[in-house]
C-alpha cells in the first residue's frame, strides 16, 4: 500500500524558511514523480513543482527563485525548500505521487499525503 506522510509545517514569519518533508513507502517501481502542491482556505489546489525522472519542473511562478525540490533516495523522503517565506504561502501542503513524469494536474497523481499546514504571519 503506497503511503505519502508530509511534515515540517508550522508556523513561520515573513521572510523565514521552511523544509517540508514527504516520507514515501509502499512501491518498488522505478519510473515515478512526486508533486508539491497547496491549498489556500477557500482557493483550488495549486501544483508548485515535481521531481522525476525527466528531473526537477516548476508549475508555479511563484515558487520559481524561492522553493526547490529535492529527494533523498535512501530515505525515501523528497524534500521542499521553502525560502523567502509570504504571508500569501500560509496554505495546507500536499505531495504526492504518480507513475510517470512530472504533471502539474492533480488528477494525473494518484497517491496523496495528507497535507502539512503552512502558516506564514508576522
Known amino acids: 500500500q503506497v503511503q505519502l506522510v508530509e511534515s515540517g509545517g508550522g508556523l513561520a514569519q515573513p521572510g523565514e524558511s521552511l523544509t517540508l518533508s514527504c516520507r514515501i513507502s509502499?512501491?518498488?517501481?522505478?519510473?515515478?514523480?512526486i508533486g508539491w502542491f497547496r491549498q489556500a482556505t477557500g482557493q483550488e489546489r495549486e501544483g508548485l513543482l515535481c521531481?522525476?525522472?525527466?528531473?526537477?519542473?516548476y508549475y508555479a511562478d511563484n515558487a520559481k527563485g524561492r522553493f526547490s525540490i529535492s529527494k533523498d533516495i535512501g530515505k525515501s523522503t523528497v524534500y521542499l525548500q521553502m525560502n523567502s517565506l509570504k504571508v500569501e504561502d500560509t496554505a495546507k501542503y500536499f505531495c504526492a505521487r504518480r507513475l510517470g513524469r512530472c504533471s502539474g494536474s492533480e488528477n494525473d497523481y494518484r497517491n496523496w499525503g495528507r497535507g502539512t499546514q503552512v502558516t506564514v504571519s508576522s
Open positions: 509502499g512501491f518498488a517501481e522505478d519510473y515515478w514523480a
Open positions: 521531481i522525476g525522472k525527466n528531473g526537477i519542473i
